[in-house]
């Protein structure tokens, strides 16, 4: 039997070929054929062992396992992590990850809050470290899957945008439409639809948003409509308008544009010149959306009218304002829709 073993070893590793060893288990398992080669050669399994450090018992194991199995019984064996008693679910990581794909925007925070929604108990640190595990740890990793996924299934190829994040501090109103933040956003040239703007008005106390969307170039004709449709909206809440702050835009600075809020008694609060985060309000809110709404959109989806851009962003602003939780030092996990409730 003894000498079996040794003819089945000694064939094995004369047919066996080398492996480039780049692997912690690799390495061992070469140093393991490399200790029955040695003492195939010399014929002495002691000077074997004191050469390579082991003993007689490990070497016997090796020799007897190489035989019976074959050289692969030599490689390490991968150990199964433990099942710990508090792990988070496996159904509720593949949640997780859904999210992760089809919301690739969202932060930590608004992932645990859309589980929790579900039923789902799962902290936003709990919710990173998944997240890290299957390479969804950064925001740029989300959108580069889920754009690799688009490709995949629908074929639309998009670059994945840098992320931007604005700056600034916070303006502040003790009641709804005490003073709403206004300004324009050059959304893109979009091909079949040309170039478009958003128009976006974000109320200061509530954070409650209005966006419309038009064909540029954007002027004072188009920031006065845009007035008019917010006025009106917020006077039907039942909460006029008081002040608005703007941005330096030409359509925000035009004499037109004063004048129709000074005929419905708006105060117009101006901005220091190249100072967008005087209006941080807003250009947080455009930021946000940018992320959440738009750039997840545009993986998806191909656009081929205003008006289908206009129900994105409609459908989008009903989850803002009524659904979606805000973590910001203000709002502390509140959403526009209960501010709006409580000052009723």
């Known amino acids: 039997m003894r000498w079996a073993r040794w003819w089945n070893l000694w064939f094995l590793l004369q047919t066996h070929e080398g492996t480039t060893t780049v692997t912690s288990d690799e390495i061992v398992y070469q140093q393991r054929v490399r200790a029955l080669d040695h003492a195939r050669k010399i014929g002495n399994v002691a000077e074997t062992c004191r050469t390579f450090g082991m003993s007689r018992k490990t070497f016997y194991k ?13 490689r390490p064996k991968s150990k199964r992590p433990p099942a710990m008693p508090n792990a988070t679910p496996v159904h509720v990581i593949e949640m997780l990850l859904t999210l992760a794909i089809t919301l690739p925007t969202l932060g930590c925070r608004q992932y645990a809050d859309r589980l929790a929604d579900q039923g789902f108990a799962l902290g936003k640190s709990s919710v990173q470290t998944h997240l ?29 945008a840098r992320d931007d994040e604005p700056f600034g501090f916070c303006h502040w109103a003790g009641r709804p439409g005490g003073l709403v933040a206004v300004d324009s956003f050059y959304i893109g040239n979009l091909k ?3 170039k478009v703007y ?38 039907k809440m039942g ?11 030409p359509e925000y600075k035009a004499t037109r544009f004063a004048d129709a809020l000074a005929a419905k008694q708006v105060n117009r609060i101006k901005i220091p010149a190249r100072s967008p985060n005087h209006n941080a309000v807003v250009e947080r809110f455009q930021g946000t959306m940018l992320q959440e709404c738009w750039r997840p959109a545009f993986h998806r989806l191909c656009f081929t009218s205003i008006r289908q851009l206009q129900a994105e962003a409609d459908a989008w602003l009903t989850t803002y304002n009524h659904r979606r939780r805000n973590h910001g030092d203000y709002m502390n996990g509140r959403r526009p829709a209960d501010l709006l409730e409580l000052a009723s």
């Open 62 to 74: 090796w020799r007897n396992a190489a035989a019976k199995y074959g050289l692969a019984a030599l």
């Open 132 to 160: 890290v595990a299957h390479g969804l740890g950064r925001r740029h990793q989300r959108l580069a899957r889920a754009a690799a996924i688009a490709a995949m299934t629908t074929g639309v190829v998009t670059d994945v």
């Open 192 to 194: 079949g639809v040309g």
């Open 198 to 235: 958003q128009l976006t008005a974000v109320d200061t106390f509530t954070r409650w948003a209005m966006v419309w969307l038009v064909h540029g170039p954007v002027n004072a004709d188009v920031s006065i409509a845009f007035f008019h449709r917010i006025h009106s909206t917020w006077a």
């Open 239 to 249: 909460f006029p308008i008081e002040a608005i702050v703007a941005g330096n835009g």
